[in-house]
Nanobody, 115 residues
Framework: QAQLVESGGGLVQSAGSLRLSCAANGSIFSSSYAAWYRQAPGKQREWVATITSGGSTNYAYSVKGRLTISRDNAKTTVYLQMNSLKPEDTAVYYC?????????WGQGTQVTVSS
């Protein structure tokens, strides 16, 4: 009954790349906003990027130019392409989808960037 299933987290070296995926139940994906958040150890959860149902995007300043959010509406999947990764990108990454005013959260996936 999970509405969001995340994948793609793991270990990567500094300056490396990784792509996170968030597969959503189709019933909650249409006309939805989607976003990625992350939470590093000992820190507050922070917003990373948002994408509208139409594909408009917004990014946190710290990741702009390095991380790219996208969505494939046919696959009902949200992606986070992570390039030029830094150790400070290490965090648990969470997928968030809001449909008809109701939020859905993924379980979180660990991303660790080694120096």
């Amino acid at each position: 009954q999970a509405q969001l299933v995340e994948s793609g987290g793991g270990l990567v070296q500094s300056a490396g790349s990784l792509r996170l995926s968030c597969a959503a139940n189709g019933s909650i994906f249409s006309s939805s906003y989607a976003a990625w958040y992350r939470q590093a150890p000992g820190k507050q959860r922070e917003w990373v990027a948002t994408i509208t149902s139409g594909g408009s995007t917004n990014y946190a300043y710290s990741v702009k130019g390095r991380l790219t959010i996208s969505r494939d509406n046919a696959k009902t999947t949200v992606y986070l392409q992570m390039n030029s990764l830094k150790p400070e990108d290490t965090a648990v990454y969470y997928c968030n989808v809001i449909t008809l005013g109701r939020p859905y959260w993924g379980q979180g996936t660990q991303v660790t960037v080694s120096s």
